[in-house]
Structures are given as structure tokens and as C-alpha cells.
């Protein structure tokens, strides 16, 4: 069973970057899909991205996040990464990645397709 420990949040401006890890263990990184997931105070999960786990490494991302996040995999490190640029206030919340056994990138949006979770990692955004 693959356990997962994210890495790199903290409080930054308006404006800035951030890079979060997702290190995994126990496991073979390059079988899953993997997703990152953020949920602010009073908010239900969202997606945020996800990348696929062979034939390219597709990936997916949400609309409000795209063009200014990006996710990558690096299997022999067992890690994955959320380089997050041009962070807005509204993209403060909890962070969490998480490993799929799916194949198809259209599933990859949907939480319950995710059985192993990260802890999360805190992102504030604040000037």
C-alpha cells in the first residue's frame, strides 16, 4: 500500500510561486495516476490536476488553475510535483496528491477514484 507525504506549501503573495512535492513510499509511483486535490475552510475537495501514469504522462487540470499550474512526475524519484505560479488569494487551501489505479484521464477528476491520500500541505495566499 502506497503512503504518500506532500511538501512545499507555506504563505506567499499575491503574484507568487510555489513548488509542492508528493513523495511515495511502499510503492511503485510510476503504477498510479496521480491527482492533486486542495479543499479551503468551508469547502468541499476539488480537483486541481492529475497526471497519467503511462503513454506520455497526460495530463488534466482545472479550469482555474490552468495555465498557471503545472503537474510533473518524476518516477524514479517516486515524486510528483505542483509548480504553482501567479497564485491568487483564492488558491489558498489545503493541498493533498493522491494515487488512481485509473487509466482513463477522464476519471481522473473524481475523488473516489483516489484510494491512497496524502496528509495535505497548508498554502495561504496573502499580501
Known amino acids: 500500500q502506497v503512503q504518500l507525504v506532500e511538501s512545499g506549501g507555506g504563505l506567499v503573495q499575491p503574484g507568487d510561486s510555489l513548488r509542492l512535492s508528493c513523495v511515495a513510499s511502499?510503492?511503485?509511483?510510476?503504477?498510479?495516476?496521480m491527482g492533486w486535490f486542495r479543499q479551503a475552510p468551508g469547502k468541499e475537495r476539488e480537483f486541481v490536476a492529475a497526471?497519467?501514469?503511462?503513454?506520455?504522462?497526460?495530463?488534466v487540470y482545472a479550469d482555474s488553475v490552468k495555465g498557471r499550474f503545472t503537474i510533473s512526475r518524476d518516477n524514479a524519484k517516486n515524486t510528483v510535483f505542483l509548480q504553482m505560479n501567479s497564485l491568487k488569494p483564492e488558491d489558498a487551501a489545503v493541498y493533498s496528491c493522491?494515487?488512481?489505479?485509473?487509466?482513463?484521464?477522464?476519471?481522473?477528476?473524481?475523488?473516489?477514484?483516489?484510494?491512497?491520500w496524502g496528509q495535505g500541505t497548508q498554502v495561504t495566499v496573502s499580501s
Open positions: 493522491a494515487a488512481s489505479w485509473v487509466v482513463l484521464m477522464s476519471s481522473s477528476r473524481n475523488p473516489n477514484e483516489y484510494p491512497y
Open positions: 497526471v497519467g501514469r503511462s503513454g506520455g504522462y497526460s495530463t
Open positions: 511502499g510503492g511503485t509511483l510510476s503504477l498510479y495516476t
